[in-house]
């Protein structure tokens, strides 16, 4: 057999248990991030497709309405069959951002997918995205980067499995104290209950108002939870996020002296906190790859 060319894709996946934490923003925000700041070449996959779904993040909602190659069709029997006749269907799944970045949009195709896996044995359930992204888009990109369903489902599952790290966005609210103990509970949950090993590696505070206490006793203590995952700089709470989400960009598009002082802090928080999360990435892929490639004792 031939030997699988070594992948150098870096890949991470947004995941939190929970709605409305930012887990989208943060995704776009980090990928942007990564091609401009970084020269990556990056693409974004949406498995999540809620209201404020990627494609309408970067403006593109009538585009995808009907995609022609849904990513949901990886998740099917049928998968090496498409890719081996229909020519181009990885390009055709494939959309330009208009910012530097790629974008798989989520396709309707998801719920039914997550449904068909339940069926499927065990050892293949989780790996069919791993799979695609090895396979299929090896020496495409440099870094992937999931935005999850906020919720356990074999989509979520497959997502976190083809990752291997996960970065968890959080905001201060109610539930803040039970968000931080939920956050490593649930994925120990996940480990135990399924063959995936999911590496928490960063945990990014995020929506912080600098003129409340709830808000900054809310990142010291994340940064006590977490001392080695909490990241460099909080993110700001800041309108320009959803006005612009509203316009269809992320704030790297905006001149930055049409941003809020607000927009400004959130824009350096991404820059340093992406800038933190690929040299992180970089580290447990290489270490990865030497307890792979290291002879047996
Ligand atoms: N730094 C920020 N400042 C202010 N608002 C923000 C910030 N980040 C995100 N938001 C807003 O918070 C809301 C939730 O964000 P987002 O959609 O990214 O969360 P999510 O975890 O992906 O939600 P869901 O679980 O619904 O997928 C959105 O309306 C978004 O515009
Ligand atoms: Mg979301």
Not at 43 to 69: P, R, W
Not at 126 to 138: G, M, R
Not at 208 to 221: C, G, M, Y
Not at 225 to 240: G, H, I, L, M, R
Request: charged share 25%; with cysteine.
């Amino acid at each position: 057999m031939m030997p699988v060319p070594e992948n150098k894709i870096l890949r991470t996946a947004t995941y939190v248990e929970k709605g409305g934490v930012g887990k989208t923003t943060t995704s776009a925000h980090v990928a942007v991030a990564a091609a401009r700041e970084h020269d990556f070449d990056v693409l974004l996959i949406d498995l999540a497709g809620k209201q404020n779904d990627l494609s309408t993040h970067f403006g593109m909602g009538g585009e995808v309405e009907d995609v022609d190659a849904p990513i949901s069709a990886i998740f099917g029997d049928d998968w090496d069959f498409i890719r081996d006749n229909i020519p181009d269907v990885v390009d055709r799944m494939v959309y330009n951002t208009g910012e530097e970045i790629d974008l798989i949009p989520a396709d309707p195709g998801l719920g039914g997918a997550d449904n068909n896996l339940a069926n499927i044995p065990i050892e293949e359930r989780f790996s069919k995205l791993d799979e695609f992204i090895t396979q299929d888009l090896n020496k495409r990109y440099d870094f992937v980067l999931l935005d999850l369903p906020g919720k356990e489902d074999n989509i979520a599952l497959n997502g976190l499995f083809a990752a291997g790290n996960v970065i968890a966005p959080l905001k201060p609210g109610a539930f803040e104290r039970n968000q931080l103990e939920n956050l490593r509970a649930d994925l120990d949950d996940l480990r135990e209950e399924h063959p995936i090993d999911p590496e928490l590696t960063m945990v990014i505070p995020t929506m912080v108002k600098s003129s409340t206490n709830l808000s900054q006793e809310f990142v010291a203590e994340i940064q006590k939870a977490y001392p080695e995952q909490a990241a460099p700089v909080p993110v700001s709470n800041s309108q320009d996020i959803s006005k612009k989400q509203n316009e269809g960009c992320t704030l790297f598009a905006v001149p930055e002296d049409e941003l809020y002082n607000t927009g400004q802090r959130v824009l350096e928080a991404y820059r340093e906190n992406t800038t933190e999360l690929l040299n992180q990435l970089t580290k447990n892929h290489e270490s990865r790859r030497s307890r792979k490639t290291s002879p047996e004792q």
